[in-house]
T-cell receptor
Framework: GAVVSQHPSRVICKSGTSVKIECRSL??????MFWYRQFPKQSLMLMATSNEGSKATYEQGVEKDKFLINHASLTLSTLTVTSAHPEDSSFYIC?????????????FGDGTRLSIL | AQSVTQPDIHITVSEGASLELRCNYS??????LFWYVQSPGQGLQLLLKYFSGDTLVQGIKGFEAEFKRSQSSFNLRKPSVHWSDAAEYFCAVGALYSSASKIIFGSGTRLSIRP
């Protein structure tokens, strides 16, 4: 159980394009989802916390107008990188938690490799 | 300040040898501790977690970790590694009973296996 699906796994696009990444919890309801960014050979950097039905909470230094997050249902959160530029190229990973306050671990998707030309 | 330290950036062990990956944390609240493994180009898989009870926890793939409050450590061990264990390992800490469920990751330890 606790499967998180992330799509697409890889995307290559031109500078200026907007890219949407989906994160789905396949076999459980996720009240909270997280979006991370990972640079090569580095750890995960939390970008934002996404709660179903409310606005995402962004970490300091993360541009909310650049990285649009929508958590419209208990099984789906999306991250849209707007007007992407080469410096946005990175590995983006989402995770989902079953319920808040239940001490459940985060379950991670397989990540999306974003390359902006 | 809340932090997680993995002092070893890269470790190489021979196949069949024992393994210990170090993790130290600094956390103001009661910690909730995790070890995750990441294969190249993949997401993270949970190996094990600890938040209460027996301080020696068993995880998947033959891994175990021991929580030592006095040392603020949560080291990961495996008695005999396999070539398939080569990956990046992340220690993480979260706040127990927190509504945020946010966790902090260490910088990771890359494990290589010598044939």
């Amino acid at each position: 159980g606790a499967v998180v699906s992330q799509h697409p796994s890889r995307v290559i696009c031109k500078s200026g394009t907007s890219v949407k990444i989906e994160c789905r919890s396949l076999d459980f309801q996720a009240t909270t989802m997280f979006w991370y960014r990972q640079f090569p050979k580095q750890s995960l950097m939390l970008m934002a916390t996404s709660n179903e039905g409310s606005k995402a909470t962004y970490e300091q230094g993360v541009e909310k107008d650049k990285f649009l997050i929508n958590h419209a249902s208990l099984t789906l959160s999306t991250l849209t990188v707007t007007s992407a530029h080469p410096e946005d190229s990175s590995f983006y990973i989402c995770s989902a938690v079953r319920t808040v306050n239940s001490n459940q671990p985060q379950h991670f998707g397989d990540g999306t490799r974003l390359s902006i030309l | 300040a809340q932090s997680v330290t993995q002092p070893d950036i890269h470790i190489t062990v021979s196949e069949g040898a024992s393994l210990e990956l170090r993790c130290n944390y600094s956390y103001g609240a009661t910690p909730y501790l995790f070890w995750y493994v990441q294969s190249p180009g993949q997401g993270l898989q949970l190996l094990l977690k600890y938040f209460s009870g027996d301080t020696l926890v068993q995880g998947i793939k033959g891994f175990e970790a021991e929580f030592k409050r006095s040392q603020s450590s949560f080291n990961l061990r495996k008695p005999s590694v396999h070539w398939s264990d080569a990956a990046e390992y992340f220690c993480a800490v979260g706040a127990l009973y927190s509504s945020a469920s946010k966790i902090i990751f260490g910088s990771g330890t890359r494990l290589s296996i010598r044939p």
